[in-house]
């Protein structure tokens, strides 16, 4: 036994090491992904932003300039550098002006004595054939932009303008930016890892623990009970396991109850039969009006033992749902049927049996399970009421649904027992009855025959001695039901 707790042990260590892998590596796959968004979005949307303001502003500028030196006669290297100079160029790197051969006019870097950087030969051949180029880069260091534009006159390219500028400014913002994000990233990192494996470790303990324990209850220890902390999934994921055993450990009792109730309640017939069958056999001198006293007990015991076992198998199959289909049925008719089988029995038992019938009561429901009931709740009526009592049976139309109500005036429920009555093998008087020969099972079958037909059976005390039973059903429409199939469908079970 303690090996076998060991190995469960293990793998319950197992499996939570496990689920705890399965959910770090999903959540933490998930951090990467929304990390990596966060440290390219926002740069590219920078850098981007600056592309196209750099785009703007330094085509603007080189077609100003394109635009001033198209108005000069003749393009030299001191009319460019005085229009240029009025211009106010210097923030650019290069400034380079060509006639429409490509020559160099004039070299910004060359006026400084600064080599600079070799101009793009490809810009420049765009520009000359009347078509605007614009390029920029980035790199940790700064932005490399340039832009070349034809100087046009009359529609004819007679020169290029080529910008080149070297941005530091913005890149190093850029720059920042981007290392302040990677660092605010691996912190969020380095956090959410922490948490979501705390946060994990909390969670997959509780799912394994549940998972554990709906395994046990699979084995059917319904014991199991999850303790429930806070206002989560799991925790309502567990109240609901809870309810689900509460109602399992509740219905094995039951189960458990109605067994041993049914074992002893079939046993006790069966050990008088036996008994009286042995004393016959045993007495070979035993005279005939004692024989015969003998058998006739037998044969109550066996009516009575047959009764039980139809009723059981009534329960059975209404437990199975197999009810039949529901169809009108004239309650009237039926309730006049069921009494007329008990009049033999209220006259041995001196009650008297009232009906006040509404003519041609239909209800949806089945011949023989609303037969049962109206045959149950009057027979128990009658036997567990007083000498000279009485019975009432009333029949009415109460809106889309018919009320039967059956009144007795017998020794009554009392209170702390009501919610009983309905249980099988219960009884009130237990001694009056195993003498009325009842089995326990009258008012249970008529609960769940009503409540199969989704109908509703209540109990209520009357003054100033008695009980009464209230019966509703859905009302159908008009049918015809004789004796013979009524009589026959009860009789055949």
């Given at each position: 036994m303690q090996n076998k707790n060991k190995k469960a042990k293990r793998n319950f260590r197992k499996r939570l090491t496990g689920v705890r892998f399965k959910f770090v590596g999903l959540t933490t796959a998930l951090v990467v992904v929304l990390l990596a968004l966060l440290n390219s979005y926002p740069v590219q949307s920078s850098r981007d932003m600056v592309f196209s303001e750099k785009q703007t502003a330094m085509t603007n500028q080189a077609g100003t300039a394109a635009s001033s030196l198209a108005s000069l006669d003749h393009l030299s290297r001191e009319s460019i550098a005085e229009v240029l100079n009025l211009l106010e160029l210097d923030n650019y790197e290069r400034v380079l002006v060509t006639n429409e051969k490509g020559r160099v006019l004039y070299d910004s870097a060359a006026e400084e004595n600064q080599t600079g950087q070799q101009p793009e030969i490809k810009a420049i051949a765009r520009a000359m054939e009347g078509k605007t180029s614009f390029y920029s880069r980035f790199t940790s260091e700064?932005?490399?932009?340039h832009v070349a534009v034809p100087i046009l006159r009359d529609a004819k390219v007679i020169g290029a303008v080529y910008l080149d500028e070297k941005d530091e400014e913005q890149a190093g913002i850029i720059t920042g930016i981007q290392s302040r994000i990677r660092t605010i990233s691996a912190f969020i990192c380095i956090l959410a890892l922490l948490a979501d494996i705390l946060m994990t470790s909390l969670l997959t303990k509780r799912i394994v623990t549940l998972a554990e324990m709906t395994k046990k209850v699979a084995e059917g220890d319904y014991s199991q009970?999850?303790?429930?902390?806070g206002e989560d999934e799991v925790a309502e994921l567990g109240r609901e396991f809870n309810r689900l055993t509460q109602r399992l450990e509740t219905t094995e009792k039951q189960r458990r109850q109605f067994v041993s109730d049914a074992s002893h309640e079939l046993k006790t017939p069966i050990a008088a039969i036996t008994l009286l069958a042995d004393s016959i056999v045993q007495n070979e001198n035993m005279d005939e009006e004692t024989i015969r006293e003998f058998v006739t007990d037998i044969v109550h015991e066996s009516n009575r033992l047959q009764k039980m076992t139809e009723e059981l198998l009534d329960l059975s199959r209404m437990d199975d749902g197999n009810i039949g289909k529901s169809v009108p049925v004239n309650m009237t008719k039926v309730t006049e049927e069921a009494v007329a089988l008990l009049k033999p029995l209220s006259s041995e038992q001196n009650v008297e049996i009232k009906l006040d019938l509404e003519p041609d009561s239909i209800v949806l429901a089945t011949e023989n399970d609303l037969y049962h009931v109206v045959f149950n709740l009057?027979?128990?009526?009658?036997?567990?009421?007083?000498?000279?009592?009485?019975?009432?049976?009333?029949?009415?139309?109460?809106?889309?649904?018919?009320?039967?109500?059956?009144?007795?005036?017998?020794?009554?429920?009392?209170?702390?027992?009501?919610?009983?009555?309905?249980?099988?093998?219960?009884?009130?008087?237990?001694?009056?009855?195993r003498e009325a020969g009842g089995s326990g099972l009258g008012l249970s079958i008529a609960h769940d025959a009503v409540l199969q037909h989704r109908g509703t059976i209540e109990v209520e005390e009357v003054e100033p001695q008695g009980t009464r039973f209230i019966v509703t059903l859905p009302k159908g429409p008009p049918c015809t039901a004789t004796k013979e199939t009524i009589v026959e469908g009860f009789f055949n079970g």
């Open positions: 700064a932005f490399f932009s009970r999850f303790l429930t902390q009057v027979e128990n009526a009658i036997k567990y009421n007083v000498p000279e009592g009485k019975v009432t049976v009333t029949l009415r139309t109460a809106g889309d649904r018919i009320r039967m109500e059956v009144e007795d005036t017998g020794i009554g429920i009392p209170e702390n027992e009501r919610e009983s009555i309905f249980h099988r093998f219960y009884r009130v008087d237990k001694a009056r009855s």
